[in-house]
Protein backbone atom coordinates (compact mmCIF):
# COMPACT_ATOMS: atom_id res chain seq x y z
CA UNK A 1 0.00 0.00 0.00
CA UNK A 2 2.69 2.63 1.14
CA UNK A 3 4.61 1.70 -2.65
CA UNK A 4 0.86 2.54 -4.22
CA UNK A 5 0.95 5.98 -2.46
CA UNK A 6 4.52 6.63 -3.56
CA UNK A 7 3.87 6.00 -7.47
CA UNK A 8 1.05 7.69 -6.91
CA UNK A 9 2.49 10.70 -5.60
CA UNK A 10 5.81 10.75 -7.64
CA UNK A 11 3.84 10.17 -10.97
CA UNK A 12 1.79 13.32 -9.79
CA UNK A 13 4.93 15.37 -8.85
CA UNK A 14 5.59 14.55 -12.55
CA UNK A 15 2.65 16.04 -14.35
CA UNK A 16 2.80 19.51 -12.05
CA UNK A 17 6.74 20.20 -13.67
CA UNK A 18 5.86 19.40 -17.15
CA UNK A 19 2.58 21.35 -16.12
CA UNK A 20 4.68 24.29 -15.42
CA UNK A 21 7.35 23.86 -18.35
CA UNK A 22 4.68 23.52 -20.99
CA UNK A 23 4.43 21.40 -23.80
CA UNK A 24 7.77 19.81 -25.32
CA UNK A 25 8.82 21.31 -27.95
CA UNK A 26 8.53 19.16 -31.31
CA UNK A 27 11.64 17.22 -32.40
CA UNK A 28 13.87 20.01 -35.09
CA UNK A 29 13.10 18.85 -38.38
CA UNK A 30 16.63 18.88 -40.46
CA UNK A 31 16.71 21.12 -43.47
CA UNK A 32 17.27 18.87 -46.98
CA UNK A 33 19.62 19.91 -48.82
CA UNK A 34 19.45 21.72 -52.03
CA UNK A 35 19.62 19.00 -55.21
CA UNK A 36 23.57 18.67 -56.32
CA UNK A 37 24.49 21.08 -58.63
CA UNK A 38 25.89 19.00 -61.85
CA UNK A 39 29.12 20.16 -63.11
CA UNK A 40 30.29 18.96 -66.49
CA UNK A 41 34.30 17.82 -66.36
CA UNK A 42 35.97 17.15 -70.04
CA UNK A 43 38.74 15.59 -69.59
CA UNK A 44 41.27 12.60 -71.42
CA UNK A 45 40.98 9.28 -71.13
CA UNK A 46 43.81 8.71 -68.91
CA UNK A 47 42.97 10.35 -65.80
CA UNK A 48 39.50 8.18 -66.62
CA UNK A 49 40.48 4.94 -67.71
CA UNK A 50 43.60 5.06 -64.30
CA UNK A 51 40.60 5.01 -61.81
CA UNK A 52 41.59 8.64 -60.23
CA UNK A 53 38.71 10.32 -61.06
CA UNK A 54 36.96 7.62 -59.41
CA UNK A 55 38.81 7.94 -56.67
CA UNK A 56 38.98 11.28 -55.75
CA UNK A 57 35.86 13.26 -57.12
CA UNK A 58 33.57 12.04 -54.35
CA UNK A 59 35.16 14.13 -52.17
CA UNK A 60 34.60 17.25 -53.66
CA UNK A 61 31.09 16.14 -54.77
CA UNK A 62 30.80 15.87 -50.88
CA UNK A 63 32.18 19.23 -49.81
CA UNK A 64 30.32 20.67 -52.57
CA UNK A 65 26.77 19.38 -52.51
CA UNK A 66 27.49 18.95 -56.75
CA UNK A 67 27.75 15.62 -59.21
CA UNK A 68 30.50 15.91 -61.90
CA UNK A 69 29.49 14.19 -64.72
CA UNK A 70 32.90 13.44 -66.41
CA UNK A 71 33.11 13.38 -70.51
CA UNK A 72 36.51 11.14 -70.91
CA UNK A 73 37.68 11.70 -74.68
CA UNK A 74 40.96 12.85 -76.09
CA UNK A 75 42.24 16.76 -74.96
CA UNK A 76 41.18 17.81 -78.35
CA UNK A 77 37.84 16.55 -78.03
CA UNK A 78 37.82 17.61 -74.57
CA UNK A 79 38.81 21.05 -75.61
CA UNK A 80 36.59 21.30 -78.74
CA UNK A 81 33.67 20.60 -75.96
CA UNK A 82 34.99 23.37 -73.99
CA UNK A 83 35.00 25.65 -76.83
CA UNK A 84 31.44 25.13 -77.50
CA UNK A 85 30.48 25.60 -74.35
CA UNK A 86 29.32 22.17 -73.54
CA UNK A 87 31.77 21.55 -70.53
CA UNK A 88 32.22 23.48 -67.55
CA UNK A 89 36.02 22.97 -66.80
CA UNK A 90 38.63 20.89 -69.07
CA UNK A 91 41.29 18.70 -67.28
CA UNK A 92 43.87 17.65 -70.14
CA UNK A 93 47.80 17.63 -70.86
CA UNK A 94 48.72 19.07 -74.38
CA UNK A 95 50.11 22.14 -72.88
CA UNK A 96 50.00 23.99 -76.25
CA UNK A 97 47.20 23.12 -77.06
CA UNK A 98 45.77 24.63 -73.77
CA UNK A 99 47.84 27.47 -73.90
CA UNK A 100 45.70 28.47 -77.79
CA UNK A 101 42.46 27.55 -75.48
CA UNK A 102 43.32 30.37 -72.90
CA UNK A 103 44.73 32.63 -75.60
CA UNK A 104 41.86 32.24 -77.86
CA UNK A 105 39.30 32.99 -74.99
CA UNK A 106 38.42 29.79 -74.11
CA UNK A 107 39.28 29.35 -71.07
CA UNK A 108 40.16 30.88 -67.89
CA UNK A 109 43.18 30.80 -64.92
CA UNK A 110 44.96 27.82 -66.13
CA UNK A 111 46.69 25.72 -63.59
CA UNK A 112 49.23 23.29 -63.23
CA UNK A 113 47.98 19.88 -61.63
CA UNK A 114 49.90 16.91 -61.50
CA UNK A 115 52.22 14.83 -64.24
CA UNK A 116 53.01 11.37 -64.99
CA UNK A 117 55.11 10.43 -68.27
CA UNK A 118 55.16 8.47 -71.03
CA UNK A 119 56.18 5.56 -71.84
CA UNK A 120 56.57 2.83 -75.29
CA UNK A 121 55.55 -0.57 -74.66
CA UNK A 122 55.56 -3.40 -76.89
CA UNK A 123 55.82 -7.00 -77.54
CA UNK A 124 57.57 -9.01 -75.04
CA UNK A 125 59.64 -10.64 -78.05
CA UNK A 126 60.32 -7.12 -78.85
CA UNK A 127 61.06 -7.77 -82.49
CA UNK A 128 62.45 -4.09 -83.18
CA UNK A 129 64.94 -3.87 -80.77
CA UNK A 130 63.76 -1.41 -78.19
CA UNK A 131 64.83 -2.70 -75.37
CA UNK A 132 67.52 -0.64 -73.64
CA UNK A 133 67.17 2.45 -75.25
CA UNK A 134 66.26 5.54 -73.39
CA UNK A 135 65.44 7.70 -76.23
CA UNK A 136 61.87 7.76 -77.61
CA UNK A 137 62.95 9.43 -80.85
CA UNK A 138 65.44 6.69 -81.74
CA UNK A 139 63.26 4.24 -80.62
CA UNK A 140 60.43 4.80 -83.23
CA UNK A 141 63.17 5.17 -85.77
CA UNK A 142 63.86 1.39 -85.05
CA UNK A 143 60.48 0.38 -85.24
CA UNK A 144 59.47 1.66 -88.75
CA UNK A 145 63.12 0.71 -89.78
CA UNK A 146 61.79 -2.58 -88.91
CA UNK A 147 57.84 -1.95 -89.78
CA UNK A 148 56.94 -3.40 -86.47
CA UNK A 149 53.33 -2.56 -85.85
CA UNK A 150 52.55 0.45 -83.87
CA UNK A 151 49.28 1.53 -82.72
CA UNK A 152 48.71 5.18 -82.91
CA UNK A 153 45.61 6.44 -81.06
CA UNK A 154 45.10 8.68 -83.88
CA UNK A 155 42.31 11.12 -82.35
CA UNK A 156 44.36 14.31 -81.46
CA UNK A 157 44.18 13.61 -77.65
CA UNK A 158 47.30 14.72 -75.63
CA UNK A 159 49.24 11.13 -76.27
CA UNK A 160 48.72 11.72 -79.86
CA UNK A 161 50.38 15.22 -79.98
CA UNK A 162 53.18 13.87 -78.26
CA UNK A 163 53.45 10.84 -80.84
CA UNK A 164 53.44 13.35 -83.98
CA UNK A 165 55.82 15.67 -81.66
CA UNK A 166 58.10 12.67 -81.04
CA UNK A 167 57.88 10.80 -85.18
CA UNK A 168 58.77 14.90 -86.05
CA UNK A 169 62.08 14.84 -83.15
CA UNK A 170 62.59 10.80 -85.33
CA UNK A 171 62.37 13.28 -88.10
CA UNK A 172 59.79 10.34 -89.93
CA UNK A 173 56.15 10.69 -91.10
CA UNK A 174 54.85 7.36 -90.17
CA UNK A 175 52.74 5.40 -93.01
CA UNK A 176 52.33 2.52 -94.29
CA UNK A 177 50.64 -1.17 -93.61
CA UNK A 178 52.61 -1.23 -90.41
CA UNK A 179 51.20 2.49 -88.94
CA UNK A 180 47.54 1.92 -87.41
CA UNK A 181 45.88 4.81 -86.98
CA UNK A 182 42.78 3.94 -84.40
CA UNK A 183 41.44 6.95 -83.15
CA UNK A 184 40.90 5.28 -80.20
CA UNK A 185 41.27 6.14 -76.34
CA UNK A 186 44.39 4.93 -74.11
CA UNK A 187 42.74 1.87 -72.71
CA UNK A 188 41.78 0.61 -76.22
CA UNK A 189 44.75 0.92 -78.18
CA UNK A 190 46.61 -0.94 -75.39
CA UNK A 191 43.95 -3.66 -75.84
CA UNK A 192 45.22 -3.65 -79.26
CA UNK A 193 48.75 -3.54 -79.08
CA UNK A 194 48.34 -6.07 -76.81
CA UNK A 195 46.18 -8.62 -78.88
CA UNK A 196 48.37 -7.88 -82.04
CA UNK A 197 51.68 -7.62 -81.04
CA UNK A 198 51.99 -3.76 -81.51
CA UNK A 199 54.00 -0.89 -80.21
CA UNK A 200 52.65 2.34 -78.96
CA UNK A 201 53.10 5.46 -76.68
CA UNK A 202 51.12 5.14 -73.40
CA UNK A 203 50.92 7.01 -70.57
CA UNK A 204 52.26 5.26 -67.58
CA UNK A 205 49.32 6.02 -64.65
CA UNK A 206 46.75 4.07 -67.91
CA UNK A 207 49.38 1.46 -68.80
CA UNK A 208 50.15 0.52 -64.84
CA UNK A 209 46.22 0.35 -63.82
CA UNK A 210 46.02 -1.97 -66.65
CA UNK A 211 49.05 -3.92 -66.53
CA UNK A 212 47.03 -7.21 -65.50
CA UNK A 213 44.92 -7.07 -68.70
CA UNK A 214 48.09 -6.88 -70.52
CA UNK A 215 50.42 -9.81 -70.23
CA UNK A 216 51.92 -9.83 -73.63
CA UNK A 217 53.01 -5.81 -73.20
CA UNK A 218 56.42 -4.76 -71.20
CA UNK A 219 57.66 -0.97 -71.16
CA UNK A 220 60.66 -0.68 -73.09
CA UNK A 221 61.24 2.90 -73.27
CA UNK A 222 60.82 5.25 -70.31
CA UNK A 223 62.08 2.48 -67.44
CA UNK A 224 60.51 0.98 -64.76
CA UNK A 225 59.44 4.44 -62.96
CA UNK A 226 58.96 8.16 -63.84
CA UNK A 227 62.44 8.74 -61.94
CA UNK A 228 64.43 6.21 -64.48
CA UNK A 229 63.18 8.28 -67.61
CA UNK A 230 66.28 9.80 -68.61
CA UNK A 231 63.91 11.45 -71.59
CA UNK A 232 62.66 14.94 -70.67
CA UNK A 233 60.80 15.03 -73.60
CA UNK A 234 58.55 11.96 -72.05
CA UNK A 235 57.11 14.51 -69.53
CA UNK A 236 53.76 14.34 -69.41
CA UNK A 237 52.10 17.60 -67.79
CA UNK A 238 48.52 17.66 -67.04
CA UNK A 239 45.98 21.02 -66.17
CA UNK A 240 43.06 22.17 -65.31
CA UNK A 241 40.87 25.18 -66.77
CA UNK A 242 37.67 26.94 -66.36
CA UNK A 243 35.42 27.60 -69.25
CA UNK A 244 35.34 31.34 -69.87
CA UNK A 245 31.82 32.57 -68.45
CA UNK A 246 31.92 35.86 -70.96
CA UNK A 247 32.11 33.05 -73.94
CA UNK A 248 29.06 31.11 -72.39
CA UNK A 249 27.22 33.09 -69.56
CA UNK A 250 25.63 29.29 -68.45
CA UNK A 251 28.28 27.71 -67.56
CA UNK A 252 28.96 26.66 -63.84
CA UNK A 253 31.71 29.32 -63.48
CA UNK A 254 31.67 29.28 -60.08
CA UNK A 255 31.68 25.71 -59.05
CA UNK A 256 34.40 25.33 -61.86
CA UNK A 257 36.78 27.54 -59.79
CA UNK A 258 36.07 25.58 -56.45
CA UNK A 259 37.02 22.57 -58.27
CA UNK A 260 40.27 24.21 -59.88
CA UNK A 261 41.15 25.32 -56.31
CA UNK A 262 40.10 21.74 -54.95
CA UNK A 263 42.08 20.16 -57.39
CA UNK A 264 45.25 22.04 -57.06
CA UNK A 265 45.00 22.76 -53.11
CA UNK A 266 47.92 20.60 -50.72
CA UNK A 267 45.19 18.11 -49.09
CA UNK A 268 43.59 17.03 -53.16
CA UNK A 269 47.44 17.21 -54.10
CA UNK A 270 48.50 14.30 -51.53
CA UNK A 271 45.67 12.39 -52.72
CA UNK A 272 46.86 12.39 -55.83
CA UNK A 273 50.24 11.76 -54.98
CA UNK A 274 49.32 8.70 -53.01
CA UNK A 275 46.58 7.22 -55.36
CA UNK A 276 48.16 3.55 -56.94
CA UNK A 277 51.60 3.47 -54.41
CA UNK A 278 49.95 0.58 -52.21
CA UNK A 279 48.76 -1.15 -55.41
CA UNK A 280 51.98 -0.43 -58.02
CA UNK A 281 54.87 0.54 -55.41
CA UNK A 282 54.66 4.12 -57.29
CA UNK A 283 52.39 6.71 -57.80
CA UNK A 284 50.78 6.39 -61.07
CA UNK A 285 50.67 11.11 -61.23
CA UNK A 286 52.50 13.32 -59.20
CA UNK A 287 51.46 16.38 -57.27
CA UNK A 288 52.59 19.45 -59.40
CA UNK A 289 50.34 22.23 -58.34
CA UNK A 290 51.80 25.80 -57.06
CA UNK A 291 50.22 25.40 -54.20
CA UNK A 292 51.70 22.16 -53.32
CA UNK A 293 55.18 22.64 -54.27
CA UNK A 294 55.23 25.73 -51.92
CA UNK A 295 54.37 23.72 -49.34
CA UNK A 296 57.48 21.11 -49.50
CA UNK A 297 59.87 23.89 -50.17
Known amino acids: MKFTVKCLLLGLAVMLIASACGP ?3 AATPTPLPPPQ ?13 GLLEAILPVFEKANNAKVKVVAVGTGQALKLGQDGNADVVLVHARAQEDKFVADGWGVDRRDVMYNDFIIVGPTQDQAGLKGMTMAAAALQAIANRQATFASRGDNSGTHSK ?13 GDWYKSLGQGMGDTLIFANEKGAYTLADRGTYLSMKDKLPNLSVLVGGASIKENSDQSLLNPYGVIAVNPARYPSVKFALAQKFSAWLTSVETQKLIGQYGVARFGQP ?6 AEYKASVK
Open 24 to 26: AAP
Open 284 to 289: LFYPDS
Open 163 to 175: EKELWKQAGLEPK
Open 38 to 50: EMTLATTTSTADS
